[in-house]
């Protein structure tokens, strides 16, 4: 475990931890042998895009840039129906099972053409994967909201439907500051956790956080709001970067890191020097803001690649932002778990819900290194999937 040395044991008891030790003598009626091998909180994804998931099949990129994906991506929603919707997602939440994924918040997109059809998709998933995975709703508004009669009203009625969280790009919008009020009237008339997509690609338009945080405060909406992706601050000169840190760490905004989807898309027009793209998660830690990371697509014209694994995610964030030391590690798989956005009572402590992944590794460092495929899944203290590797070398 996490900045516990040697073995522990984990005694569960109706779902939830009830004591963490060296050795327990109370008898079990179960017993789960990790052999000695990593054990880590659930995972978690706490942005996603389930009914944008696994696209690519029906439309390869062409360009590859943002706005290929924007336009495409807007005229394959004309054909999307509640089953290709189910089906996809289904594909995608069985995955994030297998490799250790106990929680996911998936954006809902909410808009004049697809109008409700991915809430009525995916409302019935939320109960139908809850034996392994708890799944948040996030309804968004990805085409903008003043520009697009009708989205406004739609939006409420998503939330009606059961929506747990309400969100938009502002940045899509042609008055970003009207649907950022928009978003957080609709957050007060539910008393709901708001979600944006902001200050994304690398233009020089100015930021919408000052904004987004003088909202927060003013609704008094502190740490209710988490911002993804944040690429701009990646261009920020240090003196800068600490005035943002501190304004989102006053306003208890928490930000997501995406790197998978934003070293695809970012820094295109860059000739030389060219920007990593992806919003500096661990200064801002260092600067006392919550930080995590998230998968956000999969193998669709915004994000080509993926599989649903957050640990593959992991890797990735500390390859790029060239984190080594065993301590930085460890952070990385927080940010996978406990470091989780909306998602509470997580943790390996009495307590805590019994969401557990043993991953096989002995260290954080090896689980960040190979992001192994065996693994076990343990939802509420029960095993609800297992995933092992059998390697058979034949010696010629």
Known sequence: ??????????????????????????????????NGNLVIPGLVDPHLHLDKALLLEQCPAKEGDFQEA???????????????????????????????????????????????????ALLPLKKEYAWGLTL?????????????????????????????????????????????????????????????????????????????????IKRGWQNRVCLGHMTRLAGLFPADLKAMGALLRDAGISVLALPASDLYMIARKDTH???????????????GVNGAIATNNIQNLFTPFGDGDPLKICTLIAQTLQLGTTASHEQCLEMATTRAIGIHNYGIAPGKAADLVIVEARSASEAIGAAPTGRMTIKRGRVVSQTSVQRTLTRG
């Not at 189910?86 to 954006?107: D, K």
Request: one cysteine or more.
């Open 70 to 120: 924007l336009e495409e991506t807007f005229s394959l929603k004309r054909n999307f129906t509640i089953e290709d919707i189910q089906a996809r997602a289904r594909r995608v939440l069985e995955s994030e099972i297998a490799f250790g994924t106990t929680a996911t918040r998936s954006h809902v997109e909410v808009d004049p053409v697809l109008k409700l059809t991915s809430i009525k």
């Open 273 to 287: 020097n060219i920007r990593r793209g992806i919003a500096p998660i661990q200064q801002l830690i260092e600067l």
């Open 136 to 216: 948040q709703l996030a309804v968004f508004a990805q085409e903008g909201i003043t520009n697009q009669p009708g989205t406004e009203a739609l939006l409420r009625e998503a939330m009606a439907m059961g929506g747990d969280v309400i969100g938009s790009a502002p940045y899509t919008d042609s008055d970003p500051e009207q649907n950022i009020w928009i978003v957080f009237d609709i957050a007060q008339e539910f008393d709901c956790d708001v979600d944006f997509h902001l200050d994304f690609l690398d233009d020089d338009a100015p930021l919408l956080l000052p904004f987004v945080a003088s909202e927060t």
């Open 1 to 34: 475990m996490i900045g516990r040395n040697g073995r522990w044991t984990i005694a569960v008891q109706n779902g939830l931890i009830v004591e963490v030790a060296p050795a327990i003598t109370t008898e079990a009626s179960q017993i789960i042998n990790a």
